[in-house]
């Protein structure tokens, strides 16, 4: 059975970068037509969307976050990690690691699987 387990400094400061990681126990990153999606849910509001990076590699980012995200893998460890740059005291969520089984990309979060627990992340001086 796959698990996530996200983790990651809780607080960080306005304008530095928020690193998560990911960990992925039960099955590989490398699995084909699985796809590892980054999900934030601020206070009281939806589930957004942030990115995803494929089995292959092939990353894929929300067209309004896409010029402060990437997404990077480390195969060895079974683990990926959201980088997200410039964050704001607007931004404090809650951030969750979750699996897609597809043959696409895609930023229905409803369709995912597998999700990690979620990891609180406040954006403060």
């Known amino acids: 059975q796959v698990q996530l387990q996200e983790s990651g400094p809780g607080l960080v400061r306005p304008s530095q970068t928020l690193s998560l990681t990911c960990t992925v126990s039960?099955?590989?990153?490398?699995?084909?037509?699985?796809?590892w999606n980054w999900i934030r849910q601020p206070p009281g509001k939806g589930l957004g969307w942030m990115g995803a990076i494929a089995s292959s590699g092939s990353t894929y980012y929300s067209p309004s976050l896409k010029r402060r995200t990437s997404i990077s893998r480390d195969t060895s460890k079974n683990q990926f990690t959201l980088h997200l740059s410039s964050v704001t005291p607007e931004e404090a969520t809650v951030c969750y690691c979750?699996?897609?089984?597809?043959?696409?990309?895609?930023?229905?979060?409803?369709?995912?699987?597998?999700w990690g627990q979620g990891t609180q992340v406040t954006v403060s001086s």
């Open positions: 039960g099955g590989s990153i490398t699995t084909y037509y699985n796809y």
């Open positions: 979750a699996r897609a089984e597809a043959v696409r990309a895609t930023s229905r979060v409803r369709e995912y699987g597998t």
